[in-house]
């Protein structure tokens, strides 16, 4: 900078001062206010809104996609265009340790670049450009970064042509231009300002534009299924029912009971012991339950269920399931309550439904056999369909037949199999259901095997007046004997 514009520049510096405030105190006073506000503001939001809590981390669940914050999508959107150019993306490095190296050594050099003495920004021309250009950047990487940076197809397909060059060639081209642009001769500084201020506008709205095409030809975005965090303890112990609903009750029964286990290769005929005695509540810590359902009892043969070791519950599963297992079994715990999903009892003259009564039902005592991947002569529980149509002896259960196979096993008899001719024995093999659960079952067959509420509401019979002027209840199905 030349003496006189050294000199003119103090003057006005001094002139501003004298019109204006100091920046100790009266700046720092002002900023330190607004920072209070800001604060006392992130308070507020993080008592009252705060931020849902997720499972715990299980560095074994490989189907988990980890996704940044949004403040950093723009950088993971950029390495994601770098790592699809063949011969840049063997060469991870430079984009994620060179790269951000020249960008930050570029701000170091910049002012060191554009000596303008100037402070106005219309006379910041190259800053402004730069600035202009790497914003626009980061906006743009920020709003594809949901888009898939390739289609799966071998080759750089269009989305990733597209992607690669409002990502990657457009602002590095704009750079170029502008950084060059700074070095041209006296003669031609109000050219280059131009061109600086042109290729800064140019190179923005052509990041915009080709962004605008890629959401436009991007495909549909699969809906995600929604992650269900159990935060509070009687969620917990409900999402523990249903986890041991599926993955315990064929071995250890509904309520812990144990029992000769049926259907289970490797156990088949062997009887296990109740799990839901004082015995195992009392001398087993959490933590204890908690290993036994994540290794397994190899010597026992009992397979590990944590994701870690080959099975199929993550931490925060089996975590949930040990919640249930204390709050149910443990009498010196107090269960919250409706910590326990109930299977809801029937009114009298009322007809049960498979939406209401019977799905809770199967889903505690049945689906944990009677699901894919089991021994059950292929008769699924999981759905009414299933329930109604599979199995090797379909049907098991037919509308108003009080001598259906399914209502013969579960009153604790013996069926026979209609195609090997083999004996089928009771169900639950372990465990009988309570009679009002088999009275239920025989209530539902016998009434047409409703699916909704509202079919069987219509179906329950209609009160009759007795001569007192009251009136009768109906009369409850009888339970069948075969």
Known sequence: MKEEQKKTVLEKYKIALQKGERFWPDSIYKDLLVSLAIFIVLILLATFLGVPGEPKADPSDTAYVPKPEWYFLFLFKFLAVYGQIPLLGKIEWIATAAIPALVILLLFVLPL???????????RIMALSIMAVFVTSMVVLTVISGIPTTSGNTGMSAMTLLQFLTGLVIPIMAYIIIVGSSFLSNKLKLLGSRLQKWTAVGGSLSMIVVAGVVILIAPPAAPSAEVQ???????????????????????HGADGEGGIISGVQGLEGFNMKAIHSQD???????????????????????????????GALSTSEIDYIVAFMRYTWDDRSVIPAGAVSTIPELNPG?????????????????????????????????????MLTTGDNAPLITAGDPKSLLLTLINGHEGKDPVTGNVIRQMPPTKLLDPKYVDMLTRWVMAGMPQTAKEAAALAPTPTATPTGGVAPAVPTPTPTP
């Open 113 to 123: 670049m554009d000596k303008n003495p100037y402070r106005h920004y219309s006379r």
């Open 229 to 251: 965090v159990a935060n509070t303890l009687t969620e917990q112990i409900i999402a523990g029912q249903d986890l041991y609903s599926l993955n315990c009750v064929q071995c």
């Open 280 to 310: 195992e509540m009392y001398t087993r810590s959490d933590e204890t339950l908690g290993d036994i359902i994540s290794y397994g009892q190899p010597n026992l043969g009992m397979q590990p269920f944590g994701k870690s070791y080959g």
């Open 350 to 386: 009322e007809v049960p439904s498979w939406d209401v009564h019977i799905q809770p039902l199967v889903k505690r005592y049945c689906v944990s056999c009677h699901r894919t991947g089991r021994q059950n002569n292929n008769y699924l529980m999981t759905s009414y369909q299933e």
